[in-house]
């Protein structure tokens, strides 16, 4: 929390001006001069921005708003200082149950997951619902229909794309019973196992993949052509947060709703913002994870946490945690974040006034 000159109690100023006049008998002008600067800059840097850190799970496109976030200073617009670091579960959802972070963006699936247990995490805002994922397969699989007694590398059960590739299945038909799911981490290392032979699939993110088409391995389904097998991520924080520092939240909420704007708008800068962030440094490349992400609209510019978002996020983990069913997720989602945005003007101050039609929908579209 930031402490001002105005804080002091009256004791203190009293104290303060005992040692003022203390220094203007026994100093010299300038040594009294000098203790004036000092103090006032001590109160400027406690006026600074609040710092925070900020943990991503994804080095992909899905982390655009806190890429642009942090590379176009909108975090400091609003007035958080981030420290935006890269964590593999479960150091995030750690993080912010011990307040040592402010904030992770997560798939849906282990944010619901952990939500449910214990009642202090909660999330607002989802900055994507549609997936960038494909399915690639060895070169000797020709249909997505002859994995279904096959091995699908994975990061662990549990993680996002076992849930995604579960939920892609189901949508296909395909039965999942005899799947072997091979634990391998990152998209790398997933990519790396199916070359290796040690498994037939794997879902990757772009520019993952890239390669692999160039060097003649099969798209099995791109799961953008998907969008009823929805893929959402939230941003979690901790209900002590929003209970005891809602502007913190709805400030964060401002500055990635922003940075989204600058992402439709300014291609060579959101190119660079990816450049400095992750592992991704060539113009062709960028460019085109770009044209990617912008031709099925991926990030959110309303991003609301969607109803059908949760009933799939349900639907798909009912056998694993049955509980989720009878659940009520009313307390562990807090749109009226981006309502209270919404009331003040804040999207058409963003978009312009064409936005108000989206933002209807959005708002119809909310889990409540």
């Keep these: 929390?930031?402490?001002?000159?105005?804080?002091?109690?009256?004791?203190?100023?009293?104290?303060?001006?005992?040692?003022?006049?203390?220094?203007?008998?026994?100093?010299?002008?300038?040594?009294?001069?000098?203790?004036?600067?000092?103090?006032?800059?001590?109160?400027?840097?406690?006026?600074?921005?609040?710092?925070?850190?900020?943990?991503?799970?994804?080095?992909?496109?899905?982390?655009?708003?806190?890429?642009?976030?942090?590379?176009?200073?909108?975090?400091?617009?609003?007035?958080?200082?981030?420290?935006?670091?890269?964590g593999r579960h479960p150091a995030g959802i750690a993080g912010v149950s011990s307040g040592d972070v402010?904030?992770?963006?997560?798939?849906?699936?282990?944010?619901?997951?952990?939500?449910?247990?214990?009642?202090?995490?909660?999330m607002v805002g989802s900055p994507v619902n549609v997936g960038s994922f494909v399915l690639m397969g060895t070169k000797e699989t020709q249909d997505v229909k002859e994995l279904a007694d096959k091995r699908i590398?994975?990061?662990?059960?549990?993680?996002?794309?076992?849930?995604?590739?579960?939920?892609?299945?189901?949508?296909?038909?395909?039965?999942?019973?005899?799947?072997?799911?091979?634990?391998s981490g990152g998209a790398a290392t997933r990519m790396v196992t199916m070359i290796n032979g040690a498994a037939?699939?794997?879902?990757?993110?772009?520019?993952?993949?890239?390669?692999?088409?160039?060097?003649?391995?099969?798209?099995?389904?791109?799961?953008?052509?998907?969008?009823?097998?929805?893929?959402?991520?939230?941003?979690?924080?901790?209900?002590?947060?929003?209970?005891?520092?809602?502007?913190?939240?709805?400030?964060?909420?401002?500055?990635?709703?922003?940075?989204?704007?600058?992402?439709?708008?300014?291609?060579?800068?959101?190119?660079?913002?990816?450049?400095?962030?992750t592992n991704v440094k060539d113009d062709v490349t960028l460019s085109q994870v770009y044209d990617d992400y912008f031709a099925i609209e991926q990030l959110e510019r309303i991003p609301y946490i969607r109803q059908d978002a949760i009933e799939s996020v349900v639907e798909r983990n009912s056998e694993r945690l049955p509980e989720l069913k009878d659940m009520d997720f009313s307390d562990m989602l807090f749109n009226n974040v981006l309502d209270k945005l919404a009331e003040e003007g804040f999207f058409e101050e963003i978009y312009g006034p064409d936005i108000k039609k989206e933002l209807k929908e959005a708002q119809a579209a909310a889990a409540r």
């Design 200 to 277: 037939d699939a794997a879902l990757l993110t772009a520019p993952t993949y890239y390669k692999l088409i160039e060097e003649g391995y099969p798209v099995l389904v791109n799961m953008s052509d998907y969008r009823e097998v929805i893929v959402a991520q939230a941003y979690m924080f901790h209900r002590d947060m929003l209970e005891n520092k809602p502007d913190v939240v709805e400030n964060f909420m401002k500055a990635v709703i922003d940075a989204t704007h600058r992402f439709y708008t300014d291609k060579p800068f959101a190119m660079e913002a990816m450049r400095q962030h």
């Design 102 to 122: 402010l904030t992770i963006n997560i798939g849906l699936d282990t944010g619901l997951a952990a939500a449910s247990k214990g009642g202090r995490l909660v």
């Design 1 to 86: 929390m930031r402490n001002t000159c105005h804080s002091k109690d009256a004791r203190a100023l009293r104290q303060e001006k005992s040692l003022s006049g203390e220094c203007r008998r026994i100093a010299s002008p300038l040594l009294f001069c000098l203790l004036m600067v000092l103090s006032a800059l001590s109160c400027s840097e406690s006026n600074g921005p609040e710092k925070y850190i900020v943990t991503t799970q994804a080095l992909s496109g899905a982390s655009w708003p806190l890429f642009i976030g942090v590379e176009g200073g909108y975090f400091d617009k609003y007035g958080l200082d981030v420290n935006l670091r890269f």
């Design 153 to 183: 590398a994975i990061g662990r059960v549990g993680d996002p794309p076992y849930h995604y590739t579960l939920a892609l299945f189901k949508h296909l038909g395909i039965r999942t019973d005899n799947i072997k799911w091979i634990p």
